[in-house]
Nanobody
Framework: EVQLQASGGGLVQAGGSLRLSCAAS????????IGWFRQAPGKEREGVSC????????IYADSVKGRFTISSDNAKNTVYLQMNSLKPEDTAVYFC????????????????????????WGQGTQVTVSS
């Protein structure tokens, strides 16, 4: 059974930091890209960042570049999203998702941020940034 378990959300003041984790199981981790999305109330789901696990390449939305860092621990089948310099507009439910890749394939800058490119989704974790 495929599972993606997101955790690490919470309440933080503006300028603070949080680290989200996405623990994956039930599939071959190296054959996937893992993405982080977020959804604020009344807004569409927005792509934040993704990492092509075997390739190691990373992609970020312009809104988080320079503040967020995505990384993976392949031994633990876990992807992290380190979020620094948080802003109130980062408040949302954050989801992780997994996209199956063909051998040699990587998610493009476009594909990274498109929910329909992903095959599996975890439950969300709430991030609230107070001003």
């Amino acid at each position: 059974e495929v599972q993606l378990q997101a955790s690490g959300g919470g309440l933080v003041q503006a300028g603070g930091s949080l680290r989200l984790s996405c623990a994956a199981s039930g599939f071959t981790f190296d054959d996937y890209a893992i993405g982080w999305f977020r959804q604020a109330p009344g807004k569409e789901r927005e792509g934040v960042s993704c990492i092509n696990i075997s390739h190691g390449s990373t992609i970020y939305a312009d809104s988080v570049k320079g503040r967020f860092t995505i990384s993976s621990d392949n031994a633990k089948n876990t992807v992290y999203l380190q979020m620094n310099s948080l802003k109130p507009e980062d408040t949302a439910v954050y989801f992780c998702a997994a996209a199956a890749l063909a051998p040699g394939q990587t998610l493009s800058v476009y594909g990274c941020h498109v929910p329909s490119e992903y095959d599996y989704w975890g439950q969300g974790t709430q991030v609230t940034v107070s001003s």
